[in-house]
């Protein structure tokens, strides 16, 4: 009885490691407030300001402040702005705030590279013009193949009042590596946008099993380990 025991105590054991590990192909979730996306990091972009130009040559690389690095690129411009909401950008982000420009007319994307998988990413985005406009964000894993793509709509005006829309996506299985934003405006509208700061929940699984290791355990190799601990016991007595 007292093996049975055991054999069933690791078997769920090994049903809760397969179920952690394996899981089901979970869907990526909008995440439209940032305090509801559990970011540790972040990416200021005044970190890519130059003295002599408020414009860089795209791609362009940056660390987040725990260390993460990346790239941010779009292939539809030569180079990306960075501006100062109130200063040189009439917007309604918070006063100040540090923002990331892309200034594509009529088709402008940033796209954004980890250099590791990500939890979870977003900031606040808005239109250059003012008007009602709809967020894009798409998500894809290290084999850049597409996740998902999720979308918010909001209007932008020049109010200074930290009202630009939260985007975000997030994914239980931590498998983002790479991001992209646009907008989609209005028909005519023009598509240039700014972000301010990323947020970053990077994966924090620790200590995950390999496959190798789930596959043994739910194979057989758990009630065989607790048999040859028994046979063990009993070559000793």
């Not at 900031?123 to 193949?145: C, E, K, R």
């Amino acid at each position: 009885m007292r093996i049975v025991k055991r054999v069933l105590g690791l078997c769920t054991v090994g049903a809760l490691i397969a179920a952690t590990c394996l899981g089901a192909n979970a869907q990526l979730t909008l995440v439209t407030d940032r305090s509801a996306l559990g970011a540790t990091d972040e990416v200021n972009w005044s970190q890519l300001v130059d003295p002599a130009s408020s414009f860089f040559s795209s791609p362009a690389s940056f660390i987040s402040d725990k260390g993460l690095t990346g790239t941010v690129s779009d292939p539809n411009v030569p180079g990306f702005g960075v501006a100062q909401q109130g200063v040189d950008w009439p917007g309604n982000f918070a006063a100040n705030e540090y923002l990331l420009f892309d200034p594509g007319i009529f088709a402008a994307t940033m796209d954004i590279a980890f250099s590791e998988s990500v939890t979870a990413v977003g900031a606040n985005i808005q239109s250059l013009m003012p008007m009602d406009f709809t967020g894009v964000l798409s998500a894809y894993d290290a084999n850049d193949v597409i996740l998902d793509t999720v979308t918010e709509d909001w209007f932008s005006t020049p109010g200074t009042d930290s009202q630009a829309m939260f985007l975000g996506i997030s994914d239980s299985q931590s498998r983002i590596r790479r991001i992209e934003f646009s907008i989609a405006p209005p028909a005519g509208g023009f598509s240039a946008f700014a972000i301010n700061q990323l947020s970053i929940k990077p994966d924090e699984r620790n200590d995950v099993p390999e496959p190798g290791v789930v596959a043994f355990l739910l194979s057989g190799g758990l009630p065989a380990l607790a048999f040859g601990v028994k046979a063990r016991r009993a070559k000793k007595a």
